[in-house]
């Protein structure tokens, strides 16, 4: 009947419990020593690792920030560096110009009072060139027309045929003098756009 019950139990709880529970315990300690608790070393080394690396990174971007706000500041203090030299250059420009327009202005100004000098000249000779061809042109035709007439008459004549020519020839040579004013005027008004835009 012992023997029956022997085979009948299902565990048999003589000495291979207590071997196999300190045979837990050692592995389990060996394991500790020899595996986990390496192992659980490295994984806190690793994550104060990762912390450092986080701290360095916000501390790099703060320097990263300060870069960049002196590269603004920098690229800054240069456009209004640009600018300045641009705006310098500008006056120096508009100054040199105004200095070529003044002169060039004085120029044609010049020119102008000259070929009007000139021109008044030329009206000049030409009126008293015209004065004597009038009148021996009038004491042709009083000639030619007046040997009837009393020599009273004659003077007359050819005073009054002296002043319808002088009258409608100077009227003709004002017109033609005008004209050439205008044209010359007008020539060095061109010359003067011309010379301002080149």
């Not at 009837?148 to 004659?154: I, R």
Request: charge should be negative.
């Amino acid at each position: 009947m012992a023997e029956e019950m022997e085979k009948a139990a299902l565990f048999d709880f003589n000495l291979t419990l207590p071997a196999i529970a300190l045979e837990f315990l050692l592995l389990m300690f060996a394991l500790d020593k020899i595996y986990f608790t390496p192992l659980g070393k490295f994984m806190d080394d690793r994550d104060a690792w990762i912390r450092a690396q986080l701290e360095e990174v916000k501390d790099t971007s703060e320097e990263v920030k300060q870069l960049e706000e002196k590269a603004a500041a920098i690229m800054k203090a240069a456009r209004a560096e640009v600018a300045a030299a641009l705006n310098q250059m500008q006056k120096e420009t508009s100054a040199e110009l105004e200095k070529m327009i003044l002169e060039e202005k004085n120029k044609v100004e010049k020119e102008l009072i000259e070929a009007l000098a000139a021109l008044e000249k030329q009206k000049e000779e030409a009126l008293q060139a015209l004065d004597s061809q009038i009148t021996l042109l009038a004491e042709e035709i009083v000639n030619k027309l007046g040997r009837a007439l009393p020599p009273a008459s004659s003077t007359e004549l050819v005073d009054s045929t002296r002043n319808c020519f002088s009258s409608s020839l100077r009227r003709r040579l004002f017109a033609a003098i005008r004209f050439v004013l205008h044209s010359r005027v007008s020539l060095l008004l061109i010359l003067e756009s011309d010379a301002i835009h080149e």
